[in-house]
């Protein structure tokens, strides 16, 4: 009796599981089909330093992947707190890589004014300057990046979300890139 209830279950799983991928697909053909996703969007992941993009953003990356956008990546730093600069910035090509990330859509900016550091502050119009460029040159229409708290708390993910969000307050991010908050999400 007991071995005909697992086997129940097991059946009622994989049949759940069957209907939730198929709804899936169905979902991704009805906002293809609607013009809402698509090789034409291009979508900038800003990231503070090599290993946020594993850390923070992978199922991101892999979903907007799936939804075939085309994934820009600019990180403001090389990671070099502990002086390993080098190695974290192959680390970051060869993560992009696994990520589905083209190495030609990955800018890493490695200089002074934006240092790996958690008790240092980047100016704010800096970085919004640097970011805007960057979206005006590669067509950006969708900006991905760290939330209000810089999810870790760390000053230089804070940064990139001030940043944004001030963009975003002048207008001058692409229309398509408009945030459509929820609710916690910081930007009200």
């Known amino acids: 009796m007991e071995a005909m209830w697992l086997l129940c279950v097991a059946v009622a799983v994989l049949a759940w599981g069957f209907l ?12 293809e089909q609607g013009g809402r996703l698509g090789a034409e969007s291009r979508t900038l992941l800003v990231i503070a330093h090599p290993d946020d993009e594993a850390m923070f953003f992978a199922p991101t990356v892999l979903g907007l992947a799936r939804l075939r956008h085309w994934v820009y990546l600019l ?18 090509l060869q993560s ?9 859509s990955v800018m890493i900016i490695d200089n002074r004014d934006f240092p790996d550091d958690p008790g240092m502050q980047w100016d704010t119009e800096h ?32 940064a990139l979300y001030a940043a ?6 002048e207008g ?10 929820s609710r916690g999400s910081g930007w009200g």
Not at 96 to 104: A, F, R, T
Not at 164 to 169: D, Q
Not at 173 to 181: A, V, W
Request: one cysteine or more.
């Open 20 to 31: 939730w991928v198929w709804d899936s697909s169905e979902r991704m053909k009805s906002l």
């Open 75 to 92: 990180c403001f730093s090389a990671g070099n707190y502990y002086n390993q600069g080098e190695t974290r910035k192959k680390e970051l």
């Open 96 to 104: 992009c890589d696994v990520l589905g990330i083209p190495l030609s």
């Open 127 to 158: 970085v919004a300057r640097v970011l805007l460029q960057h979206i005006e040159v590669n067509g950006i229409n969708l900006v991905v990046t760290f939330d209000a708290g810089g999810v870790s708390g760390h000053s230089n993910h804070i």
């Open 164 to 169: 944004v969000r001030a963009l975003h307050s």
């Open 172 to 181: 001058k991010l692409p229309k398509e890139s408009c945030p459509q908050p």
